[in-house]
T-cell receptor, first 111, second 119 residues
Framework: DAKTTQPPSMDCAEGRAANLPCNHS???????VYWYRQIHSQGPQYIIHGLKNNETNEMASLIITEDRKSSTLILPHATLRDTAVYYCIVKWWGGSEKLVFGKGTKLTVNP | GAVVSQHPSRVICKSGTSVKIECRSLDFQATTMFWYRQFPKQSLMLMATSNEGSKATYEQGVEKDKFLINHASLTLSTLTVTSAHPEDSSFYIC???????????????FGPGTRLTVL
């Protein structure tokens, strides 16, 4: 079973920041938080991952709370092409390498 | 970087036939590849984990004799659906664990998927 909880759906206006929350209250010390997204009928796309520090790359920012029990993925300027299902996944580095996909959040970016 | 391809992207076959799907890491070597299946309006379900040069590890409930996986090189894994039936119709997606040549060595990079329809 997925070890994360995400809202089933969210809406965002084009050009605005999209903030996608994720709860992972049972995360253990060696587990990373990974974010992927899946645009309709395509394979998932890696976005970002982190352990405890906030992370930023060309796609998004990841904010992890100090207790690591939740995180937020931020798309700073959402576009229509960001409409997708976003998955938050916790996973050990190395070791057990499985990605367990939950139901994710369906983000709809509106014009 | 970290591009994974799948071939074919779409296949339609008759019941009882076998179908082979290829998964390739184009710009990196992947010692570990994974095969997932996704039914309509559902999330991805891991079918098996494949390490180069060794037998695949199947998830509980996945028939290893029906879904044959071969990982003969560091850039190629194949999934063969043997004696396919309509209930095997699904979206099959592979991923490759980043290795030499990728920025994130423990991140899985996914292929675009293969839509299988069994008539």
């Amino acid at each position: 079973d997925a070890k994360t909880t995400q809202p089933p759906s969210m809406d965002c206006a084009e050009g605005r920041a999209a903030n996608l929350p994720c709860n992972h209250s049972t995360i253990s010390g060696n587990e990373y938080v990974y974010w992927y997204r899946q645009i309709h009928s395509q394979g998932p796309q890696y976005i970002i991952h982190g352990l405890k520090n906030n992370e930023t790359n060309e796609m998004a920012s990841l904010i992890i709370t100090e207790d690591r029990k939740s995180s937020t993925l931020i798309l700073p300027h959402a576009t229509l092409r960001d409409t997708a299902v976003y998955y938050c996944i916790v996973k050990w580095w190395g070791g057990s390498e499985k990605l367990v996909f939950g139901k994710g959040t369906k983000l709809t970016v509106n014009p | 970087g970290a591009v994974v391809s799948q071939h074919p992207s779409r296949v339609i076959c008759k019941s009882g036939t076998s179908v082979k799907i290829e998964c390739r890491s184009l710009d990196f070597q992947a010692t570990t590849m994974f095969w997932y299946r996704q039914f309509p309006k559902q999330s991805l379900m891991l079918m098996a984990t494949s390490n180069e040069g060794s037998k695949a590890t199947y998830e509980q409930g996945v028939e290893k004799d029906k879904f044959l996986i071969n990982h003969a090189s560091l850039t190629l894994s194949t999934l063969t659906v043997t004696s396919a039936h309509p209930e095997d119709s699904s979206f099959y997606i592979c991923s490759a664990r980043g290795g030499t040549g990728t920025v994130n060595t423990d991140t899985q990079y996914f292929g675009p998927g293969t839509r299988l329809t069994v008539l």
